[in-house]
T-cell receptor, first 116, second 113 residues
Framework: AQKITQTQPGMFVQEKEAVTLDCTYD???????LFWYKQPSSGEMIFLIY??????QNATEGRYSLNFQKARKSANLVISASQLGDSAMYFC?????????????FGTGTRLKVLA | GAGVSQSPSNKVTEKGKDVELRCDPI?????LYWYRQSLGQGLEFLIY????????KSGLPSDRFSAERTGGSVSTLTIQRTQQEDSAVYLC???????????FGPGTRLTVL
C-alpha cells in the first residue's frame, strides 16, 4: 500500500532563510507522481510543485524546489528565501501513474511558521 | 469563474439530517475529486470522477455517503443521516487529464450538532 510520511508536525524559519520540509513515501509502484501543496489559514489547497518518478532532474518552481532522492524514497520540499506569506500547512502527496489509478495519498502535513 | 467553486461555504446541521454539498469544477476539467479533511488532519480521499462515472469510490466511509456528477461538470456529495463524526471540511478538486495537477476549491465546512 502507498503511504506518505511527514515527520515534522511544525517548523519555524527566519524570514529570508531557506527551509526544508521532509517527505518520505512508500510504494512498490515504478511509475508515480509526487506533489506538494500549500494550505494557508484560508483553507484553500494551492499546488506548488510536481515530480515524476522517472524525471531525472529535480523539479523547481520559483522559490520552491523538490529534493527527490528515489533510492531513499524521499521528496523533500525546499523553500528558499522564506517570506512571511509562506506561513501555512504544507502537504506532500503521491499518486500512482497509469490507467485505472486515480487516488492521491496525502501526508498529515507540516505547519510552517516564518518569523520576522 | 476561473477556479473551482464549492457551496455552501459553511453548513451547520443537526444529527440525522441529510446534507448536499456542491462542487463546480474548472471548465473543461474532466477529472473531479472529493476529499475530507478533519481538524488538523491531512486529506482523506473519498471519490473520483472521470466525466460522469466514478471509477474509484473506495474512500467513501459508509453507505450514507454518495456522490454524483452530471453533464461532466457539477458534482454533488450527499451525506444521509449525518453523524457528529461527519463534521469536517469537504474539499473538491478538479484536473485536466493533460496536466496531472489538481486544483482545489475553498471547501465546505460541515458541522453536525
Amino acid at each position: 500500500a502507498q503511504k506518505i510520511t511527514q515527520t515534522q508536525p511544525g517548523m519555524f524559519v527566519q524570514e529570508k532563510e531557506a527551509v526544508t520540509l521532509d517527505c518520505t513515501y512508500d510504494t512498490s509502484d515504478q511509475s508515480y507522481g509526487l506533489f506538494w501543496y500549500k494550505q494557508p489559514s484560508s483553507g484553500e489547497m494551492i499546488f506548488l510543485i510536481y515530480q515524476g518518478s522517472y524525471d531525472e532532474q529535480n523539479a523547481t518552481e520559483g522559490r520552491y524546489s523538490l529534493n527527490f532522492q528515489k533510492a531513499r524514497k524521499s521528496a523533500n520540499l525546499v523553500i528558499s528565501a522564506s517570506q512571511l506569506g509562506d506561513s501555512a500547512m504544507y502537504f506532500c502527496a503521491m499518486r500512482k501513474l497509469g490507467s485505472g489509478t486515480y487516488k492521491y495519498i496525502f501526508g498529515t502535513g507540516t505547519r510552517l511558521k516564518v518569523l520576522a | 469563474g476561473a477556479g473551482v467553486s464549492q457551496s455552501p461555504s459553511n453548513k451547520v446541521t443537526e444529527k440525522g439530517k441529510d446534507v448536499e454539498l456542491r462542487c463546480d469544477p474548472i471548465s473543461g476539467h474532466t477529472a473531479l475529486y472529493w476529499y475530507r479533511q478533519s481538524l488538523g488532519q491531512g486529506l482523506e480521499f473519498l471519490i473520483y470522477f472521470q466525466g460522469n462515472s466514478a471509477p474509484d469510490k473506495s474512500g467513501l466511509p459508509s453507505d450514507r455517503f454518495s456522490a454524483e456528477r452530471t453533464g461532466g461538470s457539477v458534482s454533488t456529495l450527499t451525506i444521509q443521516r449525518t453523524q457528529q463524526e461527519d463534521s469536517a471540511v469537504y474539499l473538491c478538486a478538479s484536473s485536466s487529464l493533460l496536466v496531472d495537477t489538481q486544483y482545489f476549491g475553498p471547501g465546505t465546512r460541515l458541522t453536525v450538532l
